[in-house]
C-alpha cells in the first residue's frame, strides 16, 4: 500500500473579523504583535474558523482570544 503525502496540498482557511463599537460609534482595531506574520498592522479583531465552526461563534472566540471581550455578535456584514 503507497501512502500519499499530503503537505503539498492547498489549505485554504477561512477568515472572521468583527466590528466593535463602542457608544461613539469608535471602532476597535488591534495591532499584530512584532513577531506575527504583518508585524505591527492595525487591523479588526479576528482570524481563522476551526474547521466546521459557525462563523458567528469563530469570530466571537476570536475576539475573546485577542481582547479578552465577551461580544454580542449582531450580524454577519458579508461572507
Excluded: C
Excluded at 19 to 44: G, M, Y
Excluded at 59 to 79: C, H, K, N, S, Y
Aim: hydrophobic letters at 40%.
Amino acid at each position: 500500500m503507497m501512502m500519499q503525502n499530503h503537505s503539498s496540498e492547498k489549505i485554504q482557511r477561512i477568515g472572521v473579523y468583527g466590528f466593535i463599537l463602542n457608544t461613539e460609534r469608535e471602532i476597535l482595531l488591534v495591532k499584530r504583535a512584532p513577531h506575527d506574520s504583518n508585524p505591527n498592522l492595525w487591523e479588526l479583531p479576528g482570524g481563522g474558523l476551526d474547521h466546521g465552526e459557525e462563523p458567528e461563534i469563530g469570530v466571537a472566540r476570536e475576539i475573546v482570544e485577542e481582547t479578552g471581550l465577551i461580544v454580542d455578535v449582531q450580524f454577519p456584514l458579508a461572507t
